[in-house]
């Protein structure tokens, strides 16, 4: 049974720096291209990031330059580590694999993030 | 980057009636259209990819057409667990992945 499960997500201060995980289960992170999507509250779903299985990864405009995904073979996790943050960052954060190269099959339950002072 | 609209914001509808949600995409985007549903305190399940082929363990009752710009979800016969918030995304052209801003049905 395929399995997304996050963590990371916290309340952090405007500038500071969080990095979610994301732990995978019944099939191989590195295989697969993989996302993070996030929900800011009461708003619809934003892609944030993406890696292939080739290892390019790439950003939302609002995120680049903040924001670096990455995932960890070994324990076939996915990351993102987030710099910088905020207010606007606010928001639940699902990872979710991308199949056939286009849409998410499976997701997570999401990791809130709360940026505020 | 591909825009997508969908119609109407909310949806007031009885149980046991017809729902019919819209999603256009400011460019073609083929057949690359998928639908999601989303309950409250839940991540988004699949329902549709391909803009017309059900997820595994989606009920006959969720059908999606159309192709191009232009693409339909319909739920024939509302049952109370089908009350949430729809989101239709594209696929063509990426990235960005692209979402619209969800329809919420719910129950008139």
């Known amino acids: 049974e395929v399995q997304l499960v996050e963590s990371g997500g916290d309340l952090i201060q405007p500038g500071g720096s969080l990095r979610l995980s994301c732990a995978a289960s019944g099939f191989t992170v590195s295989s697969n291209y993989m996302s993070w999507v996030r929900q800011a509250p009461g708003r619809g779903l934003e892609w944030v990031s993406v890696?292939?299985?080739?290892?390019?990864?790439y950003y939302a405009d609002s995120v680049k330059g903040r924001f670096t995904i990455s995932r960890d073979n070994s324990k076939n996790t996915l990351y993102l580590q987030m710099n910088s943050l905020r207010a606007e960052d606010s928001a639940v954060y699902y990872c979710?694999?991308?199949?056939?190269?286009?849409?998410?099959?499976?997701w997570g339950q999401g990791t809130l993030v709360t940026v505020s002072s | 980057e591909v825009v997508m609209t969908q119609s109407p914001a909310t949806l007031s509808v009885s149980p046991g009636e017809r729902a019919t949600l819209s999603c256009r995409a400011s460019?073609?985007?083929?057949?690359?259209l998928a639908w999601y549903q989303q309950k409250p305190g839940q991540a988004p399940r699949l329902l549709i990819y391909?803009?017309?082929t059900r997820a595994t363990g989606i009920p006959a009752r969720f059908s999606g057409s159309g192709s191009g710009t232009e693409f339909t979800l319909t739920i024939s016969s509302l049952q109370s667990e089908d009350f949430a918030v729809y989101y239709c995304q594209q696929y063509n052209n990426w990235p960005p992945w692209t979402f619209g801003q969800g329809t919420k049905v719910e129950i008139k």
């Open positions: 890696i292939y299985s080739g290892g390019s990864t």
């Open positions: 460019q073609s985007v083929s057949s690359n």
């Open positions: 391909g803009a017309s």
């Open positions: 979710a694999r991308v199949f056939l190269l286009g849409y998410y099959d499976s």
